[in-house]
């Protein structure tokens, strides 16, 4: 196994550079040099003065719905990788409230009036599903920031860069400009073509880019001559042009360009907004699908999953970084419950004790030789183990049988684990399931 990081803190409290030297920290340690703060990840504070000298060290966050991928790299070094489990419950919890309050209001117990006058929603507003996730994005960074000398955020906001994409029909963009641009073409076209075959419909397929008039009868490389067709289309089609082929609509659809590209997720425009009112705005940059998948394909040759994205975000072009073996993984943490009462006829109130047996909610326990957070407890019975990745149930257990791992910190659940190779991921849907490394497909 590879030796993990120890993330050092200065006596200040401020982040140190990590370091990899054990037996250094385990001297310390035992010297009362330095004491731990955190085992997960296992961070320690120096307790002598020291040179606080540090080196740039970048953040590269991929956004996505259910899983964010982090990484930080520093001087061609990744130095933190995490997988970012976000809440994706927050829309049941909402609708249970709501039907608890108006349960309540019938009842002769505590009574809120129901509001009318708050339908007005300030700028900026996000629902609270995203609101949620956006917010705990930014902690994650936070989070970082809290072990590592964070003084630059990378976050990819969109698959291709709009700018840099003025009406490429028109501009006269070619697909064999280099291979960084052909993959910003390929992500354009991926865009613009829905990421179906123009001809069968095929979706979830390897989707090859497709000359409308071949290039054998005289058809150009401008984005105007280009769709995406999957591979048996592809040979049917062979040398006719698409209106040969029965499709003459394709071709008068592929001189509409591409319109309103410059969409970007709200999602995704919320995590940049709150970075830049925190880090500050030259910190705080943006960056796009498509270079990420060069980078991460071309020059890092690794596999997609949303670590190996991050590292790739954090990089700039043409940097060579090897990944770590272990990746952090991180569960976000609610923070309460609604219900007052439960039971068949509502019979049992809610007890809700910070701890039960000197157990809390969200620690993270061992039992059984597994490993998980107490998801539920029961002050006679079993406790309920929840799997940290998946959040479902593994399995119930005697609180005398817990072995305690790790308590929540600032708010996560927080464990390492050995990094193992994932395949897809719900970051880019469609971008890539179905769509694999563009070079295989290029004509
Ligand atoms: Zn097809």
């Not at 001809?199 to 280009?226: D, F, M, T, W």
């Not at 954090?314 to 039971?343: S, T």
Request: net charge positive.
């Amino acid at each position: 196994m590879e030796q993990s990081i120890i993330y050092v803190l200065a006596i200040s409290g401020k982040p140190l550079m990590p370091t990899r030297r054990r037996n250094k920290v385990w001297y310390w340690l035992r010297c009362g040099l330095a004491k731990v703060v955190s085992r997960e990840p296992f961070t320690i504070q120096l307790r002598f003065e020291t040179t606080e000298y540090r080196q740039p060290v970048t953040v590269g966050v991929d956004t996505g719905s259910k899983t964010v991928g982090m990484a930080a790299t520093t001087n061609g070094a990744v130095v933190y990788q995490a997988e970012v489990h976000l809440r994706t419950d927050i829309t049941d919890k909402l609708t249970q409230r709501r039907q608890y309050r108006r349960t309540r209001r019938s009842r002769n117990t505590r009574y809120r009036a129901a509001r009318f006058a708050n339908r007005r929603k300030p700028a900026g507003w996000l629902p609270p599903s995203l609101r949620s996730k956006a917010e705990a994005t930014v902690k994650a960074v936070h989070f970082v920031a809290r072990v590592l000398p964070v003084c630059q955020v990378n976050v990819e906001v969109g698959s291709f860069d709009t700018q840099k994409m003025q009406r490429p029909e028109i501009s006269g963009l070619e697909y064999q400009q280099g291979e960084l641009q052909g993959y910003l073409l390929r992500e354009y076209l991926l865009e613009k073509w829905q990421r179906h075959c123009a001809y069968c419909g095929a979706k979830e397929v390897p989707l090859e880019v497709e000359h409308i008039v071949p290039r054998s009868r005289g058809g150009s490389n401008r984005v105007s001559n280009l769709t995406l067709a999957c591979k048996p289309c592809n040979v049917r089609k062979e040398k006719l042009t698409a209106a040969e082929f029965g499709y003459p609509k394709i071709q008068a659809q592929a001189r509409v360009p591409l319109k309103d590209a410059a969409h970007v997720s709200t999602l995704k425009t919320a995590v940049v907004q709150r970075l830049q009112a925190i880090f500050g705005t030259d910190q705080v940059d943006v960056t796009y699908g498509y270079e990420t998948k060069y980078k991460r394909i071309q020059v890092l040759g690794l596999p997609k999953s949303h670590t190996n994205d991050a590292v790739a975000i954090a990089c700039v072009m043409g940097e060579v970084v090897e990944p770590c073996a272990v990746a952090h993984q991180l569960r976000c943490v609610p923070r309460g419950n609604y219900q007052l009462f439960n039971g068949k006829h509502s019979e049992h109130k809610v007890w809700a004790p910070r701890k039960v047996k000197g157990w809390k909610l969200h620690e993270q326990v061992a039992a059984k030789g597994q490993v998980g957070y107490i998801g539920g407890r029961r002050l006679k019975g079993s406790f309920v183990l929840k799997d940290l990745i998946t959040g479902k149930t593994i399995l119930e257990v005697v609180p005398s049988k817990l072995r305690r791992i790790a308590r929540c910190t600032h708010g996560w659940i927080a464990a390492t684990m050995q990094f193992t190779e994932q395949e897809g991921g719900a970051s880019s849907p469609g971008s890539s399931r179905g769509v694999p490394a563009p070079q295989n497909s290029w004509k």
